[in-house]
């Protein structure tokens, strides 16, 4: 029998655990971050997120109410491993075995993330993803926590978003570890992420277990038919769509001159190996889709971004285009044929600014039809043949918005961050319905 697909929520660790101290977690590179002057907006702090380490049980309940059949979260690897390499942190890892046998029991399939974004600050010390050896970190981290729940859990993500945690973090500094690297420094960066990716996926497969790879997608467009703006569209369509993806499709990375990287810095003998055919899926977060101009003199880069015309917007600014979403899997499919394997749109979802009403209603109608809208496209894109096996609401309760700390509300759950109360939302009962009546037809 062919596995049901994945009706799931997706969530991140940092975001929404809080318990920064508890039970011997070690900091991680957001811990520090976070702690900047003007690193995140209005000085939120991280540290109470959603308190999902002391309330897992409440949040889990949740889910059961939502009816999903799929959960994806991630493990925090300074909790499983404070120092980064080395001691395993039993108590760390018993935390995450407790969630994923209350979601067992409940039917739920747990798809973890080992890699969203908080690396331990210890191994940010030693040089971060700019050196090699947190590619290795990496894998033994993988190893020890897919030895502890690998009997019970056999679809795992290695890394989340690749692409913004190396941008965003390494070369903008507006992520953590708030680097600013030169171009070819930030693709150094970008080669240790996709070579742990390698490794780890080796660490799972050899136990028998799938290995998949979420990256960020979004279509681009040339904002005009100038020969400029297509320029700028195909480097920025490379950077966003292909950086991360055609080496582990395709065992090569795609042309970076327009980067004005000729080769890829660390690169060494057997590391393409290791990352060609590492996915046994690919995991396609999509928000938006992205219109490139020809770049602002003395940018550095060779894109600019212009904006999507006749599109709604979210609280974030981001254009709402659900059509998006069916022509990256479009896109995806005629690019790299019968390389690419099994697709999860493994994070789907807007920021609005939810009001909760007198009697405690929230009514978000603009987060029902979004939801509604990339639903429909990925359907059609099934029936179009595209091989989706899973969809997954970003996110269950609002959370820390990263550099945006708490003001960005992506949930289907209101958490009130004062008391950590959780309401849900409209979009609640409505994802719950869909789901209901998906996995109904389905068994039927
Ligand atoms: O909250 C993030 C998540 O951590 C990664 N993907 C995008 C989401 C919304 O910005």
Same mark, same amino acid.
């Given at each position: 029998?062919?596995?049901?697909?994945?009706?799931?929520?997706? +969530? +991140?660790?940092?975001q929404i655990e809080g318990a920064l101290d508890a039970d011997g977690r070690g900091p991680s590179v957001w811990d520090v971050f976070a702690e900047r002057p003007g690193a995140v907006r209005d000085g939120h702090s991280p540290a109470p997120a959603c308190d999902h380490y002391h309330r897992w049980a409440e949040d889990v309940e949740l889910l059961d109410r939502l009816g999903v059949n799929a959960y994806r979260f991630s493990l925090a690897w300074p909790r499983v491993v404070p120092t980064g390499r080395g001691a395993v942190n039993g108590a760390g890892l018993d935390f995450y075995d407790r969630l994923v046998d209350a979601l067992l029991a409940r039917g739920i399939t747990p798809v973890p993330t080992l890699f969203h974004w908080d690396l331990p600050q210890a191994l940010e010390d030693a040089g971060g993803w700019s050196e090699r050896d947190t590619a290795y970190a990496f894998a033994e981290y993988a190893a020890a926590a897919s030895d502890r729940l690998g009997?019970?859990?056999?679809?795992?993500? #290695?890394? =989340?978003?690749p692409l913004v945690h190396t941008t965003y973090g390494h070369a903008l500094g507006v992520h953590a570890p708030g680097r600013t690297l030169a171009v070819p420094e930030v693709m150094r960066v970008a080669h240790h992420m996709l070579l742990a990716h390698g490794l780890a996926a080796g660490e799972l497969r050899s136990r028998g277990l799938e290995a998949l790879l979420t990256n960020n997608y979004s279509p681009v467009s040339p904002a005009t038919g100038s020969e400029a703006d297509a320029a700028a569209a195909h480097a920025?369509?490379?950077?966003? =769509?292909?950086?991360?993806?055609?080496?582990?499709? #395709?065992?090569?990375?795609?042309?970076?001159?327009?980067? %004005?990287?000729?080769?890829?810095?660390?690169?060494?003998?057997?590391d393409l190996k290791a990352? @060609?055919?590492s996915a046994d899926g690919l995991g396609v977060n999509y928000y938006n889709p992205t219109v490139a101009t @020809?770049?602002?003199?003395?940018? %550095? /880069?060779?894109? %600019?971004? %212009?904006?999507?015309?006749?599109a709604p917007v979210t609280a974030f600014g981001w254009p709402v285009v659900p059509e998006g979403l069916g022509r990256m899997i479009d896109l995806l499919r005629e690019r790299h044929g019968e390389a690419l394997p099994p697709l999860y749109v493994t994070e789907n979802g807007c920021s609005h600014e939810d009001r909760v009403s007198p009697g405690g209603r929230i009514a978000d109608p603009e987060r029902i039809a979004y939801l509604e809208g990339h639903v429909a496209a990925v359907e059609a894109a099934r029936e179009r043949g595209a091989d989706v096996r899973g969809y997954f609401v970003w996110t269950l309760t609002d959370n820390f918005e990263w550099a945006e700390g708490y003001h960005q509300?992506?949930? /289907?759950?209101?958490?009130?961050?004062?008391?950590?109360?959780? #309401?849900?939302?409209?979009?609640?009962?409505?994802?719950?319905?869909?789901?209901?009546?998906?996995?109904?037809s389905a068994g039927a």
């Open positions: 029998m062919s596995s049901p697909f994945l009706w799931g929520v997706a +969530s +991140s660790a940092f009997d019970r859990v056999d679809r795992w993500i #290695t890394l =989340n978003e920025y369509d490379t950077l966003h =769509n292909r950086l991360f993806t055609d080496p582990v499709l #395709t065992g090569a990375y795609p042309d970076l001159s327009a980067f %004005g990287v000729a080769e890829v810095p660390g690169v060494r003998e057997g990352v @060609a055919g @020809a770049p602002d003199e003395g940018s %550095g /880069l060779p894109f %600019g971004f %212009g904006e999507v015309a006749g509300r992506f949930g /289907l759950v209101h958490v009130d961050h004062a008391t950590q109360a959780r #309401t849900p939302k409209d979009s609640f009962a409505w994802y719950r319905d869909l789901v209901a009546a998906r996995t109904a």
